[in-house]
């Protein structure tokens, strides 16, 4: 059984924990990388993120033929 490091509760359903999609957009390199975090639905601590990949031109529109 797995328990929240912070507040303890048992994390065995999927109601246990929330998942959110954060889109992020890196002007630099012409990419957008997307964001994943997991928290516990209890408390509301991070457990775990990553990066789940990129799209070419970060979903930008036309540069203007640049």
Partial sequence: MV???DCGSS???IDDVTFED??????FVRAAK???NVSCAEC???LGSGVAGARGNGG???AGGA
């Fill in 3 to 5: 328990h929240c490091p």
């Fill in 11 to 13: 994390l065995d359903a």
């Fill in 22 to 27: 954060v889109d992020s957009s890196i002007g």
């Fill in 34 to 36: 997307r964001f994943y």
């Fill in 44 to 46: 509301g601590v991070t």
């Fill in 60 to 62: 930008a529109a036309d």
